[in-house]
């Protein structure tokens, strides 16, 4: 005689919530997979070509074709390329400098635009993102016109100005987000146990913003480092900064 339980487990059907949790199931993994292969995809695109330019510096020849295995270039590099110091001693002077204005004119911008209301003060919020979409080049021959005009030599002094100019958005961005998400009470607490404007600002809103503030700092000191268009339309004799340098080694070897 057969086992009317085993009969009945057979006839039984998945519940319809079951089917449901199944396919969104299979759904899922089809997107982590296609999640997978693109973030695959995107580190090889970013990846690969630094390989290849570090496995290229170990060729004993100039060209792309691998001769041999040395340290020549690292050896002229180190040894023979005085430039190259002074061009990177110019790229960190003006990148700590530019970005540490751009950081404190950045956060004190985006503590009175957020927190203040005034007359303007959606015009300056639009205005403020104007050197985050134009053009490299535009802003540089615009630079280049107002350094002209009121006759300022180009130097490290004119690259600065640039620099500060162009990253002085980006610390507002990031800072602006954290201000954004501050607890007003946190003020009123400060001032009911004493403290006073100065000290509510270095003690309770310093610190609450300060994930924004290290953020946009290192995001300009980032794009003042890499920064080869603007810097070649503002720069002058003498302040040759690393990327300038480079680009002209690879030009004219």
Sequence with gaps: MKNPFKLF????????????????????????????????????????????IIFYSFNESKDTTFTGFSFVWYEKLFLDSGDLWSSLWNSLFVAITSSLTATVLGTLAAIGITWYKFFGKSYIQSISFLPMVLPEVIMGV???????????????????????????????????ARVDEFDYSIIEASHDLGANEVQTLFKVIIPAIMPGILSGFMMSV????????????????????????VYSMIRFG
């Excluded at 079951?18 to 396919?23: D, E, F, N, T, W």
């Excluded at 030599?153 to 961005?173: D, E, Q, R, W």
């Design 222 to 245: 980032t794009m003042s480092l890499e920064d080869y268009v603007i810097t070649s339309l503002v720069s002058g004799p003498g302040s040759t900064t690393l990327p300038l340098y």
């Design 142 to 176: 615009s630079l280049l016109i107002f350094f002209s005009g009121i006759k300022l030599s180009l130097g490290l002094f004119t690259i600065f100005i640039a620099h500060t100019t162009f990253c002085l958005p980006f610390v507002y961005l990031m800072v602006s």
């Design 9 to 52: 487990a057979k006839k039984q059907k998945p519940s319809e919530p079951a089917r449901h949790a199944k396919r969104e199931w299979r759904k899922h993994e089809g997107r982590v997979s296609f999640s997978k292969t693109v973030l695959a995809l995107s580190l090889m695109f970013l990846f690969i070509p630094l390989f290849v």
